[in-house]
């Protein structure tokens, strides 16, 4: 079991930044893919972006490449997701998730993932 802690969410204007975290609790994350996905009202959640370990390539939904930067530190047990250039559509909850890194598959894969935090609000205001 992972359980799996988001913070560091809020409000920004368009053009500004915020760095999400995600602290994986009770256990070790150096066994599992780790990712970013988003919600926002009436869509489906969505994924931003994943890494499967910490010197791997990471990969990004297209909507976000170039701004977002995914990394994770694996004796501080942590992903975090750095969101710069934010946009209102950036608006969503997002959710840090973890999956054993034996499941293949593609990163982008929600169905895949077996561990989800609550989520954090990303409000990004015009």
């Known amino acids: 079991q992972v359980q799996l802690a988001e913070s560091g969410g809020g409000l920004v204007q368009a053009g500004g930044s915020l760095r999400l975290s995600c602290l994986a609790l009770?256990?070790?994350?150096?066994?599992?893919?780790m990712a970013w996905f988003r919600q926002s009202p009436g869509k489906e959640r969505e994924f931003v972006a994943g890494?499967?370990?910490?010197?791997?390539?990471?990969a990004y939904a297209d909507s976000v490449k170039g701004r977002f930067t995914i990394a994770r530190d694996n004796a501080k047990n942590t992903l975090s997701l750095q969101m710069n250039s934010l946009k209102p559509e950036d608006t969503a909850v997002y959710y840090c998730?973890?999956?054993?890194?034996?499941?293949?598959?593609?990163?982008?894969?929600?169905?895949?993932?077996?561990?989800w935090g609550r989520g954090t609000q990303v409000t990004v205001s015009s």
């Open positions: 009770e256990q070790s994350i150096n066994s599992y893919v």
């Open positions: 998730s973890a999956r054993p890194s034996d499941r293949r598959g593609l990163l982008r894969n929600r169905e895949l993932y077996d561990y």
């Open positions: 890494l499967a370990w910490a010197g791997a390539i990471p």
